[in-house]
């Protein structure tokens, strides 16, 4: 079967699910730019958006048989990829700080959350 027929995300989402590594290697092609613009929006850390993206990839194929069908894989890997970054930055004590980037709390800033 030849990945590039099959158009539609429930299709192609349907065929990772059942273990299909074309499906995979499509998905990540067709989403890990995007995904990288996306997680881009959260931090300016370039290596952090990277290895978030990595996990996500890695989350959801080792875990594929008990993940749900969709039919939006853009919309569920912008979670998942939203959910690391987040779980990430707060596990690093990183705060937003304006301007679009997050930064590193001082002791005294952690004191008042």
């Not at 290895?51 to 890997?77: A, E, G, M, W």
Request: hydrophobic letters at 35%; glycine letters at 8%; aromatic letters at 14%.
């Amino acid at each position: 079967m030849d990945i590039k027929r099959d158009k539609d995300d429930a299709s192609v989402w349907n065929r990772f699910l059942d273990g299909d590594r074309e499906a995979y290697a499509h998905i990540f092609e067709r989403y890990v730019r995007v995904l990288f613009m996306y997680g881009s929006q959260f931090t300016g850390n370039r290596e952090l958006v990277k290895d978030c993206i990595q996990d996500v990839f890695v989350k959801i194929y080792s875990n594929r048989s008990n993940l749900r069908p969709t039919d939006n894989i853009k919309y569920y890997l912008f979670a998942a990829l939203r959910n690391s970054l987040l779980n990430n930055l707060k596990r690093n004590k990183v705060r937003f700080g304006g301007g679009g980037e997050f930064r590193r709390c001082r002791k005294s800033e952690r004191a008042g959350l």
